[in-house]
Every structure is written in structure tokens, then in C-alpha cells.
């Protein structure tokens, strides 16, 4: 099970912190991702972390976001700074995708197997 938090509504350069909260799974092993889905837009890819730490970004984010996890918690986190209207989304927790973030699916959404119910992020 994957839970979100901290989404919520700020004006354009201000920083959130959202939080996934992983249970009843053991995910070490895989990619696990922050998805997010604009109102009539597909499910896009914003970062993937995998076991060893790695990490990547999709462009729209990359140095302004930041994928982290504790894995002691089992809890994954995504710190957004510099916040931008287009990033108005419900922002969801994914996990169970590929092995390492080196891989080309690594952001790609139809690779992930379980999905938290998400979190809305409005900047404006």
C-alpha cells in the first residue's frame, strides 16, 4: 500500500515537500517514481529513484525537484522547489518498476505495479 501527503495549494515559487508512505510491500530492489496527471493530460513521469540512490528527472523538473527515500521509514519523498503553475497536478506515489533508473522506463508510467490514490499539488 502507498499513501501520499503533503500536496496542497501555494503560489508560483514557493516549495512543498510530499511524502509517499510504503506498507505491505517490500520495494527495495525497483525504481519507485513521483508520477503526475494534469486535468485532460496523460500520467508523465517526474522522477524515479532506485535501490542504489540513483536517480532521474524528467526535463520539466530536473533542479527544482528532488526524489529522496528513508528507507528505514519506508517512505518516499519528493522536495519541490521553485514552484510553477504547470505544475498543477495530482502528483501520485508509484512503485515496483525497473531495476535501476538507467533504464529507458524508468519514468514510464505503464512499467510501475503499484500506485498510491495520489495528492493534489495546485500552484497559483
Known amino acids: 500500500q502507498l499513501v501520499e501527503s503533503g500536496g496542497g495549494l501555494v503560489q508560483p515559487g514557493a516549495s512543498l515537500r510530499l511524502s509517499c508512505a510504503a506498507s505491505?510491500?517490500?520495494?527495495?530492489?525497483?525504481?519507485m517514481g513521483w508520477f503526475r496527471q494534469a486535468p485532460g493530460k496523460a500520467r508523465e513521469g517526474a522522477a524515479a529513484?532506485?535501490?542504489?540512490?540513483?536517480?532521474s528527472y524528467a526535463d520539466s523538473v530536473k533542479g527544482r525537484f528532488t526524489i529522496s527515500k528513508d528507507n528505514a521509514k519506508f517512505t518516499l519523498y519528493l522536495q519541490m522547489n521553485s514552484l510553477k503553475p504547470e505544475d498543477s497536478a495530482m502528483y501520485y506515489c508509484?512503485?515496483?518498476?525497473?531495476?535501476?533508473?538507467?533504464?529507458?522506463?524508468?519514468?514510464?508510467?505503464?512499467?510501475?505495479?503499484?500506485w498510491g490514490q495520489g495528492t493534489q499539488v495546485t500552484v497559483s
Open positions: 505491505g510491500y517490500t520495494y527495495s530492489g525497483y525504481c
Open positions: 508509484a512503485a515496483d518498476g525497473p531495476r535501476t533508473v538507467a533504464a529507458v522506463t524508468s519514468l514510464n508510467a505503464q512499467v510501475y505495479n503499484y
Open positions: 529513484i532506485d535501490s542504489d540512490g540513483s536517480t
